[in-house]
């Protein structure tokens, strides 16, 4: 009898220990599970990082600049252009200094009219280029030629000792563009200026145009000049879309066709013409006036 019990207590004590071992392993067991599928989740995370950073990566590559040459300044306005702007200074062109002639580049005319005691008159023109490059930091060419083209059309308000500022936006000629006018007082008479800042996609152009009535001869009709500085513009436009292939016969409208047939930039340093500099310079209309004290 005592045996018998002996066994069955050592039955019991074995059972007992079985059972309490089976939760462990069940435990056991679903920790390996829960950590195989945290390794699933992370994979998926770490994949899903992986594509988001290279979809990041190819969004901010800036795009090329549309235009990745200008044409040659001096040559800009065709000859029948010159005869009505500059009559007596057709062949007096002078091309500014540049350091590099892709991303910058003016020119410079000047006309007398000497009419002995009757007076004479005097016109100016000038028209300057800018070539803005896409920046990977920067931005697009498009974006910095923008951004340059609302400063300049500013400086252009801003003359110092001008009189009678006005101005206004312009149609029809580039993506944007926009004309200042004001008289300026000199010694010998009263200069009226016309200033045309305009952008066609990553170039700017800034057509400076004007006239003075001298030794007591009428001072030229803004409205002649405005006139005739506008037509200049629209053709300095279309002077940068020929140079790049566009269709020479197109209307550089505003937004439409003055990206017709683009070029790509060409590779190499970026962000140049990124300030006024040496090409402008010689565009100021005080100094066009200076020039002939």
């Given at each position: ?101 892709s991303t910058r ?22 028209v300057s ?165």
């Amino acid at each position: 009898m005592h045996r018998s019990v002996q066994r069955h207590r050592q039955r019991l004590t074995r059972v007992l220990v079985g059972a309490a071992a089976l939760p462990v392993m069940l435990v056991a067991s679903g920790c390996s599970s829960d950590s195989g599928d945290g390794s699933g989740d992370d994979a998926k995370k770490d994949s899903g990082s992986s594509a988001s950073s290279s979809a990041t990566e190819a969004a901010a590559v800036v795009k090329e600049a549309t235009y990745a040459k200008l044409p040659e300044p001096c040559k800009v306005f065709s000859s029948k252009t010159l005869k009505e702007l500059v009559p007596e200074g057709t062949k007096s062109g002078k091309e500014g200094k540049s350091e590099d002639i892709s991303t910058r580049g003016n020119c410079s005319w000047d006309s007398l009219d000497n009419k002995g005691v009757d007076g004479s008159q005097f016109r100016w023109l000038n028209v300057s280029l800018l070539r803005f490059e896409s920046d990977q930091s920067r931005g697009t060419g498009e974006k910095l030629a923008s951004e340059y083209y609302t400063k300049h059309a500013e400086d252009a308000r801003a003359v110092e000792d001008a009189k009678n500022t006005k101005s206004q936006p312009v149609s029809g000629t580039g993506n944007e563009a926009t004309l200042v006018t004001y008289d300026l007082k000199k010694k010998e008479g009263t200069f009226r200026q016309q200033t045309l800042v305009t952008r066609v996609e990553n170039v700017v152009v800034t057509v400076d145009y004007n006239g003075a009535g001298l030794a007591g001869n009428d001072s030229p009709k803004a409205a002649d000049l405005t006139k005739a500085a506008e037509k200049a513009a629209k053709e300095a436009v279309q002077a940068v879309v020929t140079a790049n292939g566009g269709n020479s016969g197109a209307t550089s409208g505003s937004g439409s066709d003055a990206s017709a047939s683009p070029s790509k930039s060409a590779s190499g340093s970026s962000g140049k013409g990124s300030d006024l500099g040496g090409a402008d310079d010689d565009a100021s209309p005080s100094k066009s006036a200076t020039k002939k004290d």
